[in-house]
Every structure is written in C-alpha cells, then in structure tokens.
C-alpha cells in the first residue's frame, strides 16, 4: 500500500470528501442566508434601523458557538474518510 502521497492526491481526496459531506449543507446555507435577508428586510421595513438587526443577528450568532465544537467533531470524521479516500484510491 502507498504510504506517501503528492500533494495533488492529498488535495484531491479532501476535495472529493469535502464536496461528498457540504454539498448539502451548501443548499441549506444558501436558503438560510435568503431567509436572514428576508426576515433582516422585514424588520427594516417596520421600522427598526439596520444596528438593532444587526445586533440581533450577533446575539443569535453567540449561540452558534457550540456548532463551532461541532464542526471539530465533524472535521475529525471528514479526515478519517480522506484518509480512507486516499488509501483506497491509491491501493497497490
């Protein structure tokens, strides 16, 4: 088994494993954002200046922190499958 790898194998792998785990969650995000800026527009339109919104968004985001340990969790699955990537692609 190959043991050594070019740096264009190592890149290529994580991009097929990175692709293979957010493209669905890259749908997601996308209508996410829409939703922010429609609800962000709503609340502009009835009156409330763009500071307030912002500051509610950054207090929802102090929420968001515990997804921050989450993402580490996830990171350590998406190497284990980049490693399994290059060993079964680059299998003698």
């Known amino acids: 088994m190959k043991t050594e790898y070019t740096?264009?194998?190592?890149?290529s792998a994580m991009v097929s494993v990175l692709v293979t785990f957010y493209k669905p969650l890259?749908?997601?995000?996308?209508?996410?954002?829409?939703?922010?800026i429609l609800v962000a527009?709503?609340?502009?339109?009835?009156?409330?200046?763009?500071?307030?919104?912002?500051?509610c968004f950054i207090m929802i985001s102090i929420f968001t922190v515990p997804?921050?340990?989450l993402?580490?969790?996830v990171w350590v699955s998406i190497?284990?499958?980049?490693?399994?990537?290059?060993q079964n692609r680059y299998r003698k």
């Open 67 to 69: 997804a921050i340990f």
């Open 7 to 11: 740096a264009w194998e190592k890149l």
């Open 41 to 55: 527009s709503f609340f502009w339109f009835i009156g409330y200046s763009w500071g307030q919104i912002a500051s």
């Open 26 to 36: 890259a749908k997601v995000l996308f209508f996410v954002s829409i939703l922010v």
């Open 79 to 86: 190497e284990d499958d980049y490693r399994s990537v290059l």
């Open 71 to 73: 993402a580490g969790i």
